[in-house]
């Protein structure tokens, strides 16, 4: 089954091609986006599936950190192209549509 590329999906993608070599943690990557971590996370996971994001947890003693280990995630090399050629082709979302989204928290 295709990846469906959602304006959700197109922020989370948007966002990790800013810099493809660069890890971002799964709330980071929320936060970037200003879509809520309920609705970042599944796509995260679903992207990871398709093969365009590998992730990994860091290694630390949270003990030490006094917070949690983090998940970070990045592009794969394969999943760059193919998210830049999915994003050239993409229905692009309207304005009235982004500030909906904007206002309903990244969930719509």
């Known amino acids: ?3 469906r590329l959602t304006v959700q999906v197109q922020l989370v993608v948007q966002a990790l091609l800013r810099d493809p070599a660069r ?7 929320s936060e970037e986006t200003g879509l809520q971590p309920g609705t970042a996370y599944p796509i995260l996971l679903r992207l990871e599936h398709e093969g365009w994001v590998a992730s990994h947890w860091e290694d630390i ?3 030490a950190e ?3 280990a983090r998940r970070y995630y990045r592009l794969t090399a394969g ?6 050629a999915a994003l050239a082709t993409a ?3 309207n304005g ?10 990244g969930t719509a």
């Open 96 to 105: 009235t549509a982004l500030r909906r989204l904007a206002e309903e928290g």
């Open 79 to 84: 999943g760059a192209a193919e998210a830049s």
């Open 23 to 29: 890890e971002m943690y799964g709330l980071e990557l």
């Open 61 to 63: 003693d949270p003990r």
């Open 1 to 3: 089954m295709a990846l």
């Open 91 to 93: 229905r692009r979302p």
């Open 66 to 68: 006094k917070r949690p």
